[in-house]
């Protein structure tokens, strides 16, 4: 994706100081959703990072993570893999807890959703601290996958959600703060 095409999406991305807790800059990523076209400047630019890596499976995260990884997945004609907050899938689940920029949280994936061997891509709006990342990773590995890449349409930078994301995994951040 060129500089141009990623400059306008970074000027999409809206900053709220103060949300949802004191000292947090949340990223608002609704702009880029309710204008069409860089709904689909969004996705294009994150399918470019996963085309040919021959995945067969897109894994987001509860919630916005959903929006983007359906779309990418649509596009790839990958199937979809939703990684849920507690308690929310109604089947036999995997669980991870994990802490986050803000508070704690646990996250569950089906156990039949990713098939031993299966390559997967995860796609997510945002890498902060990195945990969820890091747990969303685990719960695939867990089943037996093989999780190929992870791309982020937002990487705070500054806090180096890298380091806690698994080794030989493929991390693309497409605007980095
Ligand atoms: P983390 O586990 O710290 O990498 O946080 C990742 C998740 O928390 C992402 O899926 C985001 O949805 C959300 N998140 C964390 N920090 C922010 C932020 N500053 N702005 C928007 N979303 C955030």
């Known amino acids: 994706m060129s500089s141009t ?3 306008t999406l970074r000027a999409a ?3 709220v100081p103060d949300f949802p807790s004191p000292g947090i800059v949340f990223k608002d990523i609704t ?4 204008d069409g076209a860089l709904f689909k400047l969004t996705i294009d630019a994150l399918v470019e990072t996963v085309a040919g ?3 067969t499976k897109i894994v987001g ?4 993570g959903f929006i983007f990884a359906a779309a990418v997945a649509d596009r790839l004609g990958c199937g979809f893999v939703p990684v849920r907050k507690k308690g929310k899938l109604p089947w036999k689940t995997e669980g991870v807890s994990y802490d986050l920029e803000y508070g ?3 996250i569950e994936i089906h156990a039949d959703a990713v098939l031993p061997g299966e390559r997967v891509w995860l796609v997510d709006d ?6 969820t990342a890091a747990a969303a990773a685990e719960l695939v590995q867990r089943l037996g996958g093989v999780l190929a890449g992870m791309t982020f349409l937002i990487e705070l ?3 180096d959600g890298r380091k806690l994301l698994p080794e030989g995994v493929d991390v693309a951040g497409l605007l980095v703060y």
Not at 31 to 34: I, N, T
Not at 61 to 64: G, K, L, P, V, Y
Not at 126 to 131: D, K, Q, R, S
Request: charged content about 25%; hydrophobic content about 40%; glycine content about 14%.
């Open 5 to 7: 095409r990623l400059d």
């Open 13 to 15: 991305v809206r900053d």
């Open 31 to 34: 702009p880029m959703l309710s």
């Open 53 to 55: 890596s021959g995945v």
């Open 61 to 64: 995260i509860d919630a916005r």
């Open 104 to 106: 704690s949280n646990k």
């Open 126 to 131: 945002v890498l902060a601290t990195g945990g």
């Open 157 to 159: 930078g500054f806090l």
